[in-house]
């Protein structure tokens, strides 16, 4: 009877456990299912991501070194790519004279039925060749409406202007500065540029390294992710090498003496790049040493992890269509040599329900 006991129990407990290693592979199986391809990069760096409302998607590749053979590109229905808006403006090389032609972009933002394309002119981080440039596309004709040529008086010779958010309420777009820290904040109306919290400590670098796989990324990276709050008027800004969010009224950004005074939101997060909110106030942003991307809920007191794992290399850029999170893998930490045969990726996964 003992015996049939014991055997009965060793029985029961094996489907127990084996029921929970279904459990777990499924969990885990689950996790890397949400994860979908959108596009794929074989030895082209691709940092930024855009999709329009129509669904149209961009992506641009900075020229962090020689040979790279496009700067903004739109990836097509069948996922072949398509230089954006033609081929001329992304054909200039590192070497070459300077022209009207794109030189080092960073970041592209579709918002409402226009494209910006944020072009750094600092290629290899070598410091800036030409004044940095905001050009403005209509998407409906892909025509170029208006170019936005930065001032000397609000960049550096270190600078590169990194991300934007447009904000409609105020006639403004915001800009940071992730090599000379800073915000920019160009009046879309009259065309003025001001710069703010220079060197400040709401934009600049918190460390000079991030830990990635165990290793150590060495890098000062000051502000970077940015996300505009438009239901609550708050600027969200980060800087890619520290560990502090800031969430700063847009009309104290506006107005130098409550600048002065304001108490912005601040949280502790993990360290990120790129940051956006969605329709339901979650505040999206990656966790770059964790192979993760995190959301802020919206009463900005709980941090949850939408997707991790081995999909997600480098969450640089975010954008947002259609119930989906799109992202970029730009596996920035895995790039010290040659990356012909490092494949860079575009991915989305499902928003949270809430």
């Not at 550096?156 to 447009?166: A, H, I």
């Not at 991030?210 to 060495?218: A, F, R, S, V």
Request: glycine share 6%; no cysteine.
């Amino acid at each position: 009877m003992k015996k049939f006991i014991l055997f009965l129990f060793t029985f029961l407990f094996s489907i127990f456990a084996l029921g929970n290693d279904l459990n777990d592979n499924a969990s885990a199986s689950q996790t890397q299912q949400q994860v979908v391809n959108v596009a794929s990069f074989k030895g082209v760096q691709v940092t930024g991501i855009t999709v329009s409302k129509d669904g149209r998607i961009f992506a641009n590749a900075p020229r962090w070194r020689k040979g790279v053979p496009y700067s903004v590109v739109e990836i097509m229905p069948d996922k072949t790519i398509k230089p954006y808006p033609n081929e001329s403006m992304n054909n200039w090389e590192i070497g070459n004279s300077i022209s009207n032609k794109f030189i080092s972009v960073q970041s592209v933002v579709a918002h409402d039925n226009y494209l910006y394309v944020l072009d750094t002119a600092n290629p290899m981080f070598k410091g800036l060749i030409a004044e940095p440039r905001l050009y403005v596309y209509e998407l409906n004709s892909n025509k170029l409406v208006k170019t936005y040529t930065f001032p000397a008086n609000v960049v550096k010779k270190n600078s590169y202007t990194n991300d934007l958010r447009v904000d409609d309420k105020l006639s403004k777009i915001y800009i940071t500065d992730s090599g000379a820290a800073g915000l920019i904040i160009l009046d879309s109306k009259t065309g003025q540029f001001t710069r703010i919290l220079d060197n400040h400590q709401y934009t600049k670098a918190e460390f000079d390294h991030l830990t990635i796989y165990g290793k150590e990324w060495k890098n000062t990276v000051h502000s970077d992710g940015i996300a505009l709050d438009s239901k609550n008027d708050i600027l969200y800004i980060h800087a890619l090498t520290g560990y502090t969010l800031y969430g700063i009224k847009t009309s104290d950004l506006l107005n130098p003496k409550a600048l002065k005074k304001a108490k912005p939101f601040s949280i502790k997060t993990s360290a990120p790049d790129g940051m956006i909110i969605d329709d339901n106030g979650n505040l999206y942003f990656g966790d770059l040493e964790h192979n993760k991307i995190s959301y802020l809920t919206p009463d900005r007191k709980e941090i949850k992890t939408l997707v991790d794992g081995d999909e997600v290399k480098w969450p640089d850029t975010f954008s947002i269509y259609n119930g989906y999170l799109y992202f970029s893998n730009s596996r920035i930490s895995e790039t010290g040599g040659d990356i012909s045969n490092l494949i860079f990726t575009i991915d989305k996964v499902k928003l949270p329900t809430k």
